[in-house]
Nanobody
Framework: QVQLVESGGGLVQAGGSLRLSCAAS????????MGWYRQVPGKQRELVAT???????NYADSVKGRCTISRDNARNTVYLQMNSLKPEDTAVYYC?????????????????WGQGTQVTVSS
């Protein structure tokens, strides 16, 4: 019913920048929290940043001051601008959204994940 499609990952040198995008589509009634998470092999998925529909943001300490999360509510899209990238930022980045759909006259809130996009930072 709902799909999240990420784009913008790639290979970049340390100190460089990347901008990730994630567009939600499908039978969407409303979207509350949207965010970015990342995961490296053998480790748990970790929070990078989140943003509410009203624009309130939250960042992991490891990315504060280097990353900016934003969203376009009209386009159901969330962005992650990453600057001053470090090799330790290398991971698969996943988009997450808390989405409301309507079924049989009821509003149902569910979490959805994108397929992930690889970010590799070389030293």
């Amino acid at each position: 019913q709902v799909q999240l499609v990420e784009s913008g990952g790639g290979l970049v040198q340390a100190g460089g920048s990347l901008r990730l995008s994630c567009a939600a589509s499908g039978r969407i009634f409303s979207i509350n929290l949207m965010g970015w998470y990342r995961q490296v092999p053998g480790k748990q998925r970790e929070l990078v940043a989140t943003i509410t529909s009203g624009g309130n943001t939250n960042y992991a300490d490891s990315v504060k001051g280097r990353c900016t999360i934003s969203r376009d509510n009209a386009r159901n899209t969330v962005y992650l601008q990453m600057n001053s990238l470090k090799p330790e930022d290398t991971a698969v980045y996943y988009c997450n959204a808390n989405v409301a759909t309507v079924a049989s006259g009821s509003v149902i809130w569910s979490d959805y994940w994108g397929q992930g996009t690889q970010v590799t930072v070389s030293s």
